[in-house]
């Protein structure tokens, strides 16, 4: 039936709209890193209580919120989504000024952009399944990657920028809401133009047919919860890393590297420039040289990651400027690629009438690694007063990712039509 249905060119601003707004939901995650030390003189707080009171509580609301979104897509559709999720984190940027001097405060903003972060990441599958033959759904997924990395790269530079530009940090958060703005201007044109051929057509069948069967068949195979695992490894690592990372390179020595926040800024900016690079690679990868075969691009990505996060804290690597953005680099590129390739395996492998769910699901506990990644690094830079044991447990959580890559094989017994 798929070689039957036309996809419009419209598809391509489709993706346009899915990157912008998941770029713009990563600037809001990311912007208190590269201003953790600010924030935390501000507050009368450590490092690793502002980290955690900052990131921890956003996470954890992502991974609640995607798993909530995924059941709520396949009902409303993407665009009502978006337009909750990009209202919410719009509202949040603009209470920061009014009410971002108290814990209180902050918690409550933290929070409901965590709400509205999880259900943009949970549109993914469902995207590329309507929108995108099988083959451009690796693209799909690696664009969603890119964007990701790009928000961060963008919150790493934004952040300080507008800090700097309006004197306050509060003011700078608010500022940081221009791109969720452009964000739902953008979602809006795509709710008055043309719509998914499968919205129409075969989406509205399968869902009435099949969505309670499949879906039982989905949650009894292994490869389902694997796909969990993946993600919540992958996000486990990406999100310490990324939060973590701005202060070790920041902070004066013996903390950190003393590097200042915007020279910190601009190493994790080529970071995640390279972050962005290996999201949009690895679909072409596993296509071109693997022949979709997701199994090997995961434990290729998972082992390097592993090696090269970890040198980031040997004297050899970071005294030397050159070898240290080497190794950022390669960081960026191979972690960058676990998250789209098991979503290109999910909407590749599951049946359009369940990808939302599936992917909503697998996205959403797989977010709580986030969480866990913020709490264990906070904890042991709380703990230990340096980020050395944060980045040592990064690399052993990649490690654990490798050994569950091992049985990543597409799922049996749904029908080919499928696919």
């Known amino acids: 039936m798929n070689q039957n249905i036309v996809y419009p060119k419209f598809r391509w601003f489709v993706l346009l709209m899915l990157g912008f707004v998941t770029m713009a939901s990563s600037v809001v995650l990311i912007s208190p890193a590269p201003l953790v030390s600010v924030i935390a003189n501000d507050l009368g707080l450590s490092l690793g209580e502002t980290t955690g009171m900052m990131m921890g509580p956003f996470t954890f609301c992502v991974a609640i919120s995607c798993i909530l979104g995924g ?29 971002g001097n108290t814990l209180g405060g902050l918690l409550f903003i933290r929070v409901i952009g965590g709400f509205g972060t999880g259900p943009i ?19 799909v997924t690696g664009t969603q990657g890119m964007s990701v990395g ?58 009435a047919v099949s969505s309670g069967s499949d879906y039982k068949l989905a949650l009894g195979q292994l490869v389902t919860w694997l796909c969990v695992i993946g993600i919540f490894v992958n996000s486990w690592a990406n999100q310490a890393f990324n939060d973590l990372t701005p202060g070790y390179l ?5 903390i950190g590297l003393g590097m200042g926040p915007m020279t ?30 997701a199994r090997p691009v995961l434990l290729i990505c998972s082992i390097l990651a592993a090696v090269f996060a970890l040198s980031v804290k040997l004297p050899i690597i970071y005294s030397n400027s050159t070898a240290l953005l080497i190794c950022l680099i390669l960081t960026g590129l191979f972690l960058s690629s676990i998250n789209p390739t098991i979503q290109a395996f999910i909407s590749m492998h599951y049946p359009k009438s369940i990808i939302g769910k599936i992917g909503g699901m697998a996205m959403g506990i797989g977010i709580f690694g986030g969480t866990a990644g913020v709490a264990a690094g906070s904890v042991a830079l709380h703990t230990t007063g340096t980020y050395q044991l944060s980045i040592l447990i990064v690399a052993a959580i990649l490690l654990v ?14 029908g080919a039509s499928n696919n």
Do not use: H
């Open 264 to 293: 910190a800024g601009q190493y994790m900016m080529i970071y995640q420039l390279a972050f962005m690079v290996g999201s949009v690679l690895c679909g072409i990868v596993m296509k071109k040289v693997f022949n979709g075969n």
């Open 121 to 139: 990441m949970a549109t993914l599958t469902t995207v590329a399944a309507q929108w995108f033959p099988s083959e451009e759904r690796g693209i």
């Open 401 to 414: 990712g490798f050994v569950f890559a091992l049985g990543m094989k597409p799922p049996k017994g749904f």
């Open 250 to 254: 920041a902070i004066e020595a013996p």
């Open 150 to 207: 790009f928000g961060v790269a963008l919150g790493f530079v934004a952040a300080p920028a507008f800090f700097t530009m309006a004197g306050t940090w509060q003011a700078g958060m608010a500022w940081l809401s221009i791109f969720s703005i452009i964000g739902l201007i953008l979602t809006i044109i795509v709710a008055v133009g043309p719509k998914a051929p499968e919205v129409v057509n075969e989406m509205a069948c399968e869902v």
């Open 71 to 99: 059941v709520i897509i396949d009902r409303i559709g993407i665009i009502k989504v978006f337009i909750g999720s990009l209202i919410l984190l719009i509202a949040g940027g603009l209470l920061t000024p009014v009410i």
